[in-house]
């Protein structure tokens, strides 16, 4: 009897994903042993590579992304969690809290770019102009070489924490009412409950955070090219933008190398990263 | 014991919010609404004269109607994709979950791999070049749905879990096939969790900028009007952020409907890592 469950179903999907991602990610790797204008290519062994790590601007995207990945993730770890433990708590408005921090989320990230580029105009910008009535000098948030990384890695924390925190959250409101109980009746403080029941037991809500965000840092692109557009000069590139800089250029196969060094960053830190973080399962 | 509630930190947590993430909405929407020597000042200040119909128009107007271009080709693609990626990834979902063996765990790594492998942008429109469609709409819509399946399979995996077999057994029994058990049986029974994935999916099609920007060169989306604007409303920013507040409105639509949808659907596996 054939098996109402027939792996044909497994065929459109298949098709699609093969064609399409599966086909162009194996491709990637030749192609970026070449010299390619998508029409010829010559194979040139590990020259763009060389030219990746070489090329001041290109290694700069290359640091860049790492920075940029550590600080929106770290950030939406932390400020998300402090959230998620203020919004479970005893607060009024909950469900206004909630709908403000997570809205951004949906919003497109080109328009929360340019809207916060023009609020971070240095001269005239809403936030500068806040900062100079209680007397603090603003900094060009985006046109000083220093700040302009962090203040695009800023931008993207306010637009995505609002999913961190609803992360959180789910995990936090899993977790049996009854600990917390146990632990007040045996005279614990607040503290000692978020240290010892709330960490701990939300962890797997950690876990994702920590991957998610990750994973959508080191891989980030339309936020800052709205933004900075990877200036000023080439100090806020990271390699997602460089590989845009150098289709655009014409360079195909230096670009396809950039989309091998950000596929080697992305693996080589999610996968021992979530193989470590799900190991250390806690024991209840 | 929630009872007590902490007036001091809800009212600081109330205004802290409203200064963080509601003015800069207000920002937008004040902006859209000046004439043009006002909103050059970019500071944060009520319109002199509120013209929000005039910037609407001229927005719309500009170009040669291409906003309106923009919105119908976002439409049909957010459309196409997310209704493709669903039925196929359901189809996935279903045999995966119903029958694993030899080949359940090879797909099961394709299927994390698509979330976590950067896509290779310059071969895939060496692909699409090779295929014919790349510049086209069914080209980009079938991108669209080669990215977006690995969510939404791990999304229905889950919940075709919770759907016993006997129900299958039973449609067995009374004759049905493989297409009509799915199509009939499983497929409605999904419903929940299809609004889901179709509401999520739809919010981050639409506000997809990279892959039209990469493989629809020419031809708009809306957010690539927003990018093409900005370089072109240097002086003009109150139709930019005209602009931006149209933009902004589909999603916000979405959220005042399905607010609990989408929550469900991007909170997944927060409680199983």
């Not at chain 1, 298949?14 to 990637?28: H, K, N």
């Not at chain 2, 919940?159 to 096939?177: K, S, W």
């Given at each position: 009897m054939k098996?109402?469950?027939?792996?044909?179903?497994?065929?459109?999907?298949?098709?699609?994903?093969?064609?399409?991602?599966?086909?162009?990610?194996?491709?990637?790797?030749?192609?970026?042993?070449?010299?390619?204008?998508?029409?010829?290519?010559?194979?040139?062994?590990?020259?763009?590579?060389?030219?990746?790590?070489?090329?001041?601007a290109l290694v700069k995207g290359f640091v860049n992304t790492l920075i940029y990945g550590i600080v929106t993730s770290g950030l939406k770890v932390v400020l998300g969690l402090g959230l998620a433990v203020l919004l479970t708590g005893r607060i009024a408005a909950r469900g206004y809290l909630r709908s403000?921090?997570?809205?951004?989320?949906?919003?497109?990230?080109?328009?929360?770019?340019?809207?916060?580029?023009?609020?971070?105009?240095?001269?005239?910008?809403?936030?500068?102009?806040?900062?100079?009535?209680?007397?603090v000098d603003g900094p060009g948030w985006l046109t000083d070489p220093a700040y302009a990384l962090l203040s695009v890695?800023?931008?993207?924390?306010?637009?995505?924490?609002?999913?961190?925190?609803?992360?959180?959250?789910?995990?936090?409101?899993?977790i049996p009412q009854e600990y917390f109980e146990a632990a007040r009746t045996?005279?614990?403080?607040?503290?000692?409950?978020?240290?010892?029941?709330?960490?701990?037991?939300?962890r797997p809500a950690t876990v994702t955070v920590v991957i998610l965000s990750l994973i959508g840092g080191l891989r980030s692109f339309d936020l800052i090219w709205a933004m900075t557009r990877g200036g000023p000069g080439f100090t806020s590139d990271v390699v997602a933008s460089v590989i845009y800089k150098q289709y655009q250029a014409g360079f195909a196969g230096l670009s396809t190398a950039g989309n091998v060094v950000l596929f080697v960053i992305v693996t080589a830190i999610v996968l021992p990263l979530s193989r470590f973080l799900n190991r250390k399962e806690v024991e209840l | 014991m929630n009872g007590r509630r902490n007036w001091v930190l809800s009212i600081v947590a109330i205004v802290v919010s409203a200064v963080v993430f509601l003015v800069p909405f207000a920002f937008i929407v004040l902006m859209a609404g000046k004439d043009r020597a006002q909103a050059s000042l970019l500071d944060f200040s009520w319109p002199h004269q509120l013209q929000f119909v005039r910037n609407f128009i001229d927005v719309v107007e500009a170009r040669d109607y291409m906003l309106i271009i923009a919105y119908i080709n976002s439409t049909v693609l957010t459309v196409a994709s997310v209704a493709g990626m669903v039925v196929l990834a359901a189809m996935v979902a279903f045999v995966l979950q119903r029958r694993p063996g030899r080949w359940g765990g090879f797909i099961n790594f394709l299927v994390l791999a698509g979330l976590i492998v950067p896509p290779?942008?310059?071969?895939?429109?060496?692909?699409?070049?090779?295929?014919?469609?790349?510049?086209?709409?069914?080209?980009?819509?079938?991108?669209?749905?080669?990215?977006?399946?690995?969510?939404?399979?791990?999304?229905?995996?889950?919940?075709?879990?919770?759907?016993?077999?006997?129900?299958?057994?039973?449609?067995?029994?009374?004759?049905?096939?493989?297409?009509?058990l799915f199509f009939r049986v499983i497929f409605p029974l999904l419903r929940s969790v299809i609004i889901t994935a179709v509401v999520v999916q739809s919010v981050t099609?639409?506000?997809?900028?990279?892959?039209?920007?990469?493989?629809?060169?020419?031809?708009?989306?809306?957010?690539?009007?927003?990018?093409?604007?900005?370089?072109?409303?240097?002086?003009?920013?109150?139709?930019?952020?005209?602009?931006?507040?149209?933009i902004t409105v589909p999603p916000l639509v979405m959220f005042l409907f399905f607010n609990r949808r989408i929550v469900a659907g991007m909170t997944a596996g927060a409680i199983k890592g």
């Open positions: 098996s109402p469950y027939p792996r044909w179903f497994y065929l459109p999907a298949a098709l699609v994903y093969a064609v399409l991602f599966v086909v162009p990610t194996f491709a990637s790797f030749y192609f970026s042993l070449t010299r390619w204008t998508i029409f010829e290519s010559h194979f040139i062994g590990l020259d763009n590579f060389v030219t990746f790590f070489q090329e001041p403000v921090v997570f809205f951004p989320v949906l919003v497109s990230t080109i328009g929360v770019g340019l809207t916060f580029t023009v609020l971070m105009n240095p001269e005239r910008g809403l936030i500068n102009q806040a900062l100079g009535t209680v007397g890695a800023l931008v993207d924390v306010w637009k995505g924490v609002g999913l961190a925190t609803l992360i959180f959250i789910a995990g936090i409101v899993s045996d005279g614990a403080s607040a503290w000692d409950m978020f240290r010892n029941i709330t960490l701990p037991l939300a | 290779a942008v310059v071969p895939t429109i060496w692909v699409l070049k090779g295929t014919g469609t790349f510049g086209t709409m069914p080209g980009l819509i079938l991108v669209e749905i080669a990215f977006g399946l690995s969510f939404c399979v791990l999304l229905f995996r889950a919940f075709i879990a919770t759907i016993p077999r006997e129900l299958d057994e039973a449609a067995v029994i009374d004759g049905a096939g493989p297409l009509r099609v639409f506000n997809d900028f990279v892959n039209p920007l990469y493989f629809l060169p020419g031809d708009p989306t809306v957010q690539l009007t927003l990018y093409n604007f900005a370089g072109q409303y240097t002086s003009e920013y109150n139709l930019l952020f005209m602009n931006i507040l149209l």
